[in-house]
């Protein structure tokens, strides 16, 4: 009955939110908005009973997150909630909860939550695609087949970090960061530049690679570092070519791809992280294990708290 999906949130929330947009939206069939909490409880937005709302929240506390939700009720909606904390207050005024069971999170930035709430869109994405029968009973099975190696690739991600602690050194007297994507590469660069300013209080910002000629490209310099995002899937010739306009500026590319990327445009590159190939839909997870590494070294070169 439901003809449309809105996961509200805030922060790290909306990154993972925009994937499951973009997996819901893909696998399902369906049109999903997502929205900044913050925004979207002050601006009155339409929406009705055969609205699916889903809210994203690690502490299952924050306060726009939950007042969008109780607007969203008050107009019929239906809530499912995903969240990591029991029996929070999020979670107990929802219609049901998917609780993504990381742990708590001891740092103010959220890592294994996000990783989480990842797996979480993922399985709504699956679920409605079966429900709806978008997906076929082979595609359900090669995605959770990916799903359920993410574990061990990231282990193997893990083993590799020697290089990326190397990357960051170069980045200490850089005083701005960016990073670009396409796809759900593009969620992923608005992790890592969270991240970034959140460890390390560093200027970062994040861009979807076609948005880079429409201004960012201004601020690109031999003393910047961008990071590109660029799975090696239908778009890495597109992503490739923002990171040849980038080094035209002399700006410092750092790919991260996975080996088919890096044997094509890696030795352009100024440094080099691989990941291994997954399906382009999971590289959010797997992608964000390095980006929030590179956040987290930077943070122990510059001394940060
Ligand atoms: C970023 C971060 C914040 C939270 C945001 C929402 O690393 O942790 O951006 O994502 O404050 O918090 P929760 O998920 O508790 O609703």
């Known amino acids: ?92 005024e929802s219609d049901s909860v998917l609780y ?6 001891i740092a103010v930035a959220s890592t294994k939550a996000f990783a989480t709430q990842l797996v979480a869109m993922y399985l709504i994405g699956i679920e409605i695609g079966r429900k709806l029968h978008t997906l076929t009973k082979k ?14 690739r990231v282990e193997q991600i893990l083993e590799t970090v020697e290089p990326l602690r190397e990357t960051t050194r170069k980045f200490k007297s850089a005083e701005s960061i960016l990073f670009l994507g396409r796809h759900v590469g593009y969620p992923t660069a608005l992790e ?21 000629k429409h201004g960012p490209i201004a601020l690109i310099d031999e003393n910047v570092p961008v990071i590109v995002i660029a799975p090696h899937d239908n778009l890495f010739e597109k992503t490739v070519s923002n990171m040849q306009e980038v080094m035209a500026r002399k700006g410092k590319v750092i790919l991260i791809s996975d080996r088919r990327g890096i044997e094509q445009a890696g030795n352009k590159a100024w440094a080099r992280i691989e990941v291994p190939a997954v399906d382009p839909f999971i590289t959010p ?18 001394g940060t708290d």
Not at 139 to 152: F, G, Y
């Open 285 to 302: 997870l797997l992608y964000s294990v390095p980006i929030q590494l590179l956040a987290y070294h930077t943070a122990v070169v510059k």
């Open 192 to 212: 890592g530049a969270l991240k970034l300013k959140e460890l390390a209080y560093m200027h970062a910002e994040g861009f979807a690679g076609g948005e880079l």
């Open 100 to 105: 993504t069971h990381a742990g708590p999170e």
């Open 1 to 92: 009955k439901i003809d449309k999906i809105v996961i509200i949130e805030c922060g790290t929330d909306f990154n993972a939110g925009l994937v499951g947009k973009y997996a819901i939206e893909k696998w399902g069939n369906i049109p999903v908005d997502v929205e900044l909490a913050s925004e979207y409880r002050y601006r009155e937005p339409s929406l009705d009973e055969k609205t699916l709302v889903i809210p994203i929240s690690q502490s299952g506390e924050t306060m726009d997150t939950l007042m969008a939700l109780r607007y969203a009720k008050s107009k019929g909606a239906k809530i499912l909630s995903v969240c990591n904390t029991n029996g929070s207050t999020i979670a107990r």
């Open 139 to 152: 595609e359900i099975e090669v995605i959770c087949e990916e799903v359920s190696q993410l574990p061990a």
